[in-house]
């Protein structure tokens, strides 16, 4: 039997990034709204992860929109609960 490494190993490698259906797995239209309304100007990450709704379900939409750059936050700084995220239309 061939091991994990060895396995990996002899994949062929990824070229221009990873396809395009990998990333909207994340993308639930309906918790997306819920967050860019919650965000609009502004609110801490957790705040407004759970005014969306359960932070297990709305967390990863909300890292997928800012992958998106559909929300924004400074993060040039450590990412916490406490970093306020903005929709980038908003104020």
Do not use: N
């Given at each position: ?63 997928h ?24 239309g908003?104020g």
């Amino acid at each position: 039997m061939r091991s994990a490494a060895k396995w990996i190993r002899s994949w062929p490698p990824i070229t221009g990034g990873l396809p395009a259906t990998v990333i909207p797995r994340c993308g639930q239209a309906g918790t997306e709204a819920r967050l860019l309304k919650a965000f609009g100007s502004g609110l801490e990450l957790m705040e407004g992860a759970e005014a969306a709704g359960d932070p297990l379900a709305t967390l990863p939409v909300l890292f997928h929109l800012m992958s998106r750059r559909e929300l924004t936050a400074e993060l040039s700084l450590v990412l916490s609960h406490r970093t306020v995220v903005r929709s980038a239309g908003g104020g």
